[in-house]
């Protein structure tokens, strides 16, 4: 069965500085998706990056960008010049095909 | 496009009621989810359509649970006499088929449960 694991319950970063989220994920699929989800406090969970396994070139998004080493099944993600509306639960997640697996998430808290 | 739409936000029922959440899933996505999700933990798998046709279900949708998408377009979950360990954040997700489509689920605000 496909686990993801994020072994930061709880992170923390100054404004406009850079953090990284890690994440790894076990799986014996060859093509499959990897994303990141952020769900601000009472909020919509929404999507902040995705990744095909298949492309080697690792994904960015504005300030968000991962660290995608298919070998070690990691996926990190980095967000730089944090702002203070990057404070959430941050998820990783794995498809592959039907549905999403999600980890338990990362709590990001931004400090003024 | 108004996103993925789900009612009621928030429910408070007594241990034993039935309870029944909506979701609306973005026009045209053809794949509809459920997920549930408790305090400080990430969403969990429970059920999956195409169309109107449930494709998978996972262990945690006990007998009491069931779901319904019958014209393939909004989707029911009802949970037959609650209980305690109910309680939780139900989640619905939409998405598109076809590889064009990049794959990507789209959730909806959720729906609060307590069981009291």
């Known amino acids: 069965a496909q686990t993801v694991t994020q072994s930061q319950p709880e992170m923390s970063v100054q404004e406009a500085e850079t953090v990284t989220l890690s994440c790894t994920y076990d799986?014996?699929?060859?093509?499959?998706?990897l994303f990141w989800y952020k769900q601000p406090p009472s909020r919509q969970m929404i999507l902040v990056i995705r990744?095909?396994?298949?492309?080697?070139q690792n994904a960015t998004e504005n300030r968000f960008s991962v660290n995608f080493q298919k070998a070690a099944k990691s996926f990190s993600l980095k967000i730089s010049d944090s702002q203070l509306g990057d404070a959430a639960m941050y998820f990783c997640a794995y498809r592959a095909p039907e549905k999403l697996v999600f980890g338990k998430g990362t709590k990001l808290t931004v400090n003024p | 496009d108004t996103g993925v739409s789900q009612d009621p936000r928030h429910k408070i029922t007594k241990r034993g009621q039935n309870v029944t959440f909506r979701c609306d899933p973005i026009s045209e996505h053809n794949r509809l989810y459920w997920y549930r999700q408790t305090l400080g933990q990430g969403p969990e798998f429970l059920t999956y359509f195409q169309n109107e046709a449930q494709l998978e279900k996972s262990r945690l949708l006990s007998d009491r649970f069931s779901a319904e998408r019958p014209k393939g377009s909004f989707s029911t979950l009802e949970i037959q006499r609650t209980e305690q360990g109910d309680s939780a954040m139900y989640l619905c997700?939409?998405?598109?088929?076809?590889?064009?489509?990049?794959?990507?689920?789209?959730f909806g605000e959720g729906s609060w449960l307590t069981v009291v």
């Open positions: 997700a939409s998405s598109p088929t076809g590889r064009f489509s990049g794959n990507t689920i789209y």
């Open positions: 799986t014996s699929e060859s093509d499959y998706y």
């Open positions: 990744q095909e396994a298949y492309k080697q």
